[in-house]
T-cell receptor
Framework: GAGVSQSPRYKVAKRGQDVALRCDPISGHVSLFWYQQALGQGPEFLTYFQNEAQLDKSGLPSDRFFAERPEGSVSTLKIQRTQQEDSAVYLC????????????FGPGTRLTVL | GENVEQHPSTLSVQEGDSAVIKCTYSDSASNYFPWYKQELGKRPQLIIDIRSNVGEKKDQRIAVTLNKTAKHFSLHITETQPEDSAVYFCAASNVVRGSQGNLIFGKGTKLSVKP
């Protein structure tokens, strides 16, 4: 079946603009993660959903970052009043949880804040 | 919290040679250790993983070893090929059945395989 998809693939925003990044997980996957990957670095955890419940948001860098997964499938990561330091690739990953721990990643959204 | 260190940051080998990448972790509760390969501009892809109840796992040219006492694990690639060139990330997580731990990643190793 289809893998994890993300849109848009590229986003350029002016400093101060709000952005919304979308993640479509693999159908039936219960767990969904958001990670931030700065250039030349490993992904860093932002937040985790199990179905529609946000169980961990300890990695969100500020209150400008907000994530939701209202129906337990598609998720949106919203960044308000973007800053230059928000420039990164935002990766989404999903996992079935019950039978496997493997996290499958999407292609990411490259956000550039000017 | 968990901290994962990865070495080396860059590795260059000749085609056909072996490559070894090493990672250490700090949290003894971590019990799941995946390795991801990421080509430029692409998504991270799982290449192999190991759980804390085993010491070694192999899949064709790729193997991972885990030393729980020393809290380190390693990726071994034998008979390297140019298409193995990529950035490799190790990660650690504490997975409890019915729940899911987030992955803590190392900083990555850029592997270059020269023909």
């Amino acid at each position: 079946g289809a893998g994890v998809s993300q849109s848009p693939r590229y986003k350029v925003a002016k400093r101060g603009q709000d952005v919304a990044l979308r993640c479509d997980p693999i159908s039936g996957h219960v767990s969904l993660f958001w990670y931030q990957q700065a250039l030349g670095q490993g992904p860093e955890f932002l937040t985790y959903f199990q179905n529609e419940a946000q169980l961990d948001k300890s990695g969100l860098p500020s209150d400008r970052f907000f994530a939701e997964r209202p129906e337990g499938s598609v998720s949106t990561l919203k960044i308000q009043r973007t800053q230059q330091e928000d420039s990164a690739v935002y990766l989404c990953a999903s996992s079935l949880v019950r039978d496997t721990d493997t996290q499958y990643f999407g292609p990411g959204t490259r956000l550039t804040v000017l | 919290g968990e901290n994962v260190e990865q070495h080396p940051s860059t590795l260059s080998v000749q085609e056909g040679d072996s490559a070894v990448i090493k990672c250490t972790y700090s949290d003894s509760a971590s019990n799941y250790f995946p390795w991801y390969k990421q080509e430029l501009g692409k998504r991270p892809q799982l290449i192999i993983d190991i759980r804390s109840n085993v010491g070694e796992k192999k899949d064709q040219r790729i193997a991972v070893t885990l030393n729980k006492t020393a809290k380190h694990f390693s990726l071994h690639i034998t008979e390297t090929q140019p298409e193995d060139s990529a950035v490799y990330f190790c990660a650690a997580s504490n997975v409890v059945r019915g729940s899911q731990g987030n992955l803590i990643f190392g900083k990555g190793t850029k592997l270059s395989v020269k023909p």
